[in-house]
Nanobody, 124 residues
Framework: QVQLEESGGGLVQARGSLRLSCAASSRTFSTYAMGWFRQAPGKEREFVAA????????YYGDSVKGRFTISRNNALNTVYLQMNTLKPEDTAVYSC?????????????????WGQGTQVTVSS
């Protein structure tokens, strides 16, 4: 029902900033909570951030709290991840996901649809 397409990844130096976008092909985008996850080589997929359907409630993983900001524009069917003060350990493939109602958004099990991911590489 929902296709997700990430963009904005790339190579950036440490302490720099990057803004990821995730466009959804759904007329009911505003009914989904949205999340960002990341996975580095040899590591499990890690929760990064999530935002409620109306954009009022947000959650962040401990490793990115204070540096990353999730937001959404329901009129554009798009969710964003603003990443500031980037560190080399932020290097990973970042994926967005659309969540079903009533689920714990910090878990991968709370989402029905996933994008293909976009590579973010932070150099020291």
């Amino acid at each position: 029902q929902v296709q997700l397409e990430e963009s904005g990844g790339g190579l950036v130096q440490a302490r720099g900033s990057l803004r990821l976008s995730c466009a959804a092909s759904s007329r009911t985008f505003s009914t989904y909570a949205m999340g960002w996850f990341r996975q580095a080589p040899g590591k499990e997929r890690e929760f990064v951030a999530a935002i409620s359907r109306g954009g009022v409630v947000t959650y962040y993983g401990d490793s990115v709290k204070g540096r990353f900001t999730i937001s959404r524009n329901n009129a554009l069917n798009t969710v964003y991840l603003q990443m500031n003060t980037l560190k080399p350990e932020d290097t990973a493939v970042y994926s967005c996901a659309a969540g079903k109602p009533g689920q714990v958004l910090q878990s991968t099990r709370g989402y029905d649809y996933w994008g293909q991911g976009t590579q973010v590489t932070v150099s020291s």
